[in-house]
């Protein structure tokens, strides 16, 4: 299996703030990466696939970078929406495996 | 999109075998190319994929699950389900159903709220 490793686990930032997730998968897995976002009580959203591909609607705030074993999620300026959890996916091969996820709390 | 619901005991006793549905609403379920895709948490752990069954049949389990899960669909009902046999504690968490688009660049697009199975007797 392919292992995903995420950092930070959490972090504290305010509103504004350039925030920043890296994601290290354990073999290169080209642009088979997919970022989501989850909120309490809900099921997760899709942020961002092919690891650098927005899906309609997500606000142009998200972006993410990397191919090959090494990912970055950016936020640019952290809004009240977006404290949450995110947690990137490879789509390489399966089975599919997710990253422990990151907190983004309140600063 | 389509809206995805699991439902089932919520409850199992070891040895037993747990039976879940995932019910998809605002759609069919066979209407396009997608992977119906079952996953679990358990409680402060990570998402583990268990398995997935193609909209035009072919299914692929997680090698770890393999020998105790079968995955199925129903179209007259649209949905499918998950069986787990011979659970034991460790079996123990939410389970969540979703969608996973088909032909690249692939990616869930749909997910279930999850259900929590607990294993006691």
């Known amino acids: 299996d392919i292992q995903m490793t995420q950092s930070p686990s959490s972090l504290s930032a305010s509103v504004g703030d350039r925030v920043t997730i890296t994601c290290r998968a354990s073999q290169n897995i080209g642009a088979y990466l997919n970022w989501l976002q989850q909120k309490p009580g809900t099921p997760p959203k899709l942020l961002i696939y092919a690891a650098s591909t927005l899906p309609s609607g997500v606000p142009s705030r998200f972006s993410g970078s990397g191919s090959g074993t090494d990912f970055t999620l950016t936020i640019s300026s952290l809004q009240p929406e977006d404290f949450a959890t995110y947690f990137c996916q490879q789509s390489f091969s399966l089975p599919r495996t997710f990253g422990l996820r990151t907190t983004v709390e309140v600063k | 999109q389509v809206q995805l619901r699991e439902s089932g005991p919520g409850l199992v006793e070891p040895s037993q075998t747990l039976s879940l549905t995932c019910s998809v609403s605002g759609g069919s379920i066979t209407g396009g190319s997608y992977y119906l895709t079952w996953f679990r948490q358990p409680a402060g752990q990570g998402l583990e994929w268990i398995g997935r069954m193609h909209t035009s049949g072919s299914i692929y389990y997680n090698p770890s699950l393999r020998s105790r899960v079968t995955i199925s669909l129903d179209t007259s009902k649209n949905q499918f389900s998950l069986n787990l046999r011979s659970v034991t504690a460790a079996d123990a968490a939410v389970y969540i159903c979703?969608?996973?688009?088909?032909?690249?660049?692939?990616?869930?697009?749909?997910w279930g709220q999850g259900t929590l199975v607990t294993v006691s007797s």
């Open positions: 979703a969608r996973e688009t088909s032909g690249g660049y692939d990616y869930f697009d749909s």
